[in-house]
């Protein structure tokens, strides 16, 4: 099992970036793929992004391609998500979990934690 804690959020302008990070408690952090997702306000979560546990396979959700990169550092339990190019329709909380599997609609396997708050004014 993985415990992942999420950091990183912030209030931001339309157009600009931001790096969420979470770090890694727990089984090995190499054994498991992690995936980003994000709740909007009065919306349910949703997926957002994943990545392999060898950090080579992604899958993003069309609402994000093109825009957010996964990267993950496991020497140092870390993954990371680059946000670029936000948009306001991207505020939301935004948490980061252990999956099952590799797909546009992964199964989260580990306990969800607090989230990051990510704000982006327009």
């Known amino acids: 099992q993985v415990q992942l804690v999420e950091s990183g959020g912030g209030l931001v302008q339309a157009g600009g970036s931001l790096r969420l990070s979470c770090a890694a408690s727990g089984r090995t952090f190499s054994n498991y793929h992690v995936g980003w997702f994000r709740q909007p306000p009065g919306k349910d979560r949703e997926f957002v992004a994943a990545?392999?546990?060898?950090?080579?396979?992604?899958y993003y959700a069309d609402s994000v391609k093109g825009r957010f990169t996964m990267s993950r550092d496991n020497a140092k339990n870390m993954v990371y998500l680059q946000m670029n190019s936000l948009k306001p329709e991207d505020t939301a909380v935004y948490y980061c979990?252990?999956?099952?599997?590799?797909?546009?609609?992964?199964?989260?396997?580990?306990?969800w934690g607090q989230g990051t708050q990510v704000t982006v004014s327009s």
């Open positions: 979990n252990a999956l099952l599997g590799l797909s546009y609609n992964p199964s989260p396997i580990g306990a």
């Open positions: 990545l392999s546990w060898s950090g080579t396979t992604t």
